[in-house]
């Protein structure tokens, strides 16, 4: 699919994962629901991208509940996604809005799947999951590893000088 | 105002991304003509900032919609199947 439809130019029956009209690109194509859980369960998906509430340095997500919090707690095709997707990223804020650190040392919400990520790009950074631990790949302009790392739950891994984050 | 300069300096000096940059610094690590799902979130705007490396790209999350309807049963909120 292409960007989202401009003012005007919407088709509601031309929607993406959060209803929101987007366009066609050529070559698009439409396809059954079950269908698309074969692609996901069989492991035809190349990268798959979610959202997160927390991920583990083991590359743990949970994704999907909250406890506690009103209206959270639709799991959707999350489990088959992260476990049958070749690459795993995960998108986020790096902390929550009280600022308590949404990469941690294990995760303490419901888990959507065990050791699946491999990368996280946060607000903050770009955060690669690796047997060793998590190593600090880019980080946001003006930031020091020291201060992302007070900001995370997890021990991160700086080898070397980290580049900022570049966007091209 | 200088005040409002220096207090941009600042905020320029260390910030943090919006959910737009976050997206758009994703989309660089999808290759091209993967197959990639995008899930519901700051994932959802990340077509928006790959349609040159166009890769193939597929939604998800329907139940959302299901969820969105048990939360607001008063509201109505239609189901429509949409992969």
Known sequence: ?168 | MPGDAIQQKVMLAKSRLTREQIAQRAALELPDGAYVNLGWGIPNLIADYCRKRSPFISTAKTEFWEWAAAQNPAKKISIRWTR
């Open chain 1, 1 to 168: 699919m292409g960007r989202r439809a401009k003012s005007g130019e919407e088709d509601f029956d031309q929607v993406d994962a959060m209803k929101v009209p987007v366009t066609l690109i050529p070559g698009a194509s439409f396809f059954h629901q079950a269908d698309a859980h074969l692609m996901s369960r069989g492991g035809h998906l190349d990268v798959a991208v979610l959202g997160g509430f927390q991920v583990s340095e083991k590359g743990d997500l949970s994704n999907w509940k909250i406890p506690g919090a009103k209206g959270s707690g639709g799991i959707g095709g999350a489990m088959d996604i992260a476990a049958g997707a070749k690459t795993l990223i995960v998108c986020m804020e790096h902390t929550t809005k009280d600022g308590a650190p949404k990469i941690v040392k294990s995760c303490t919400y419901p888990l959507t799947c065990l050791a699946c990520v491999d990368t996280i790009v946060t607000d903050l950074a770009v955060i690669d999951v690796k047997p060793e631990g998590l190593i600090l790949r880019e980080m946001a302009h003006g930031w020091t590893a020291e201060q992302v790392q007070e900001l995370t739950g997890a021990q991160l891994i700086a080898r070397q000088r980290i580049p900022e984050m570049s966007f091209d």
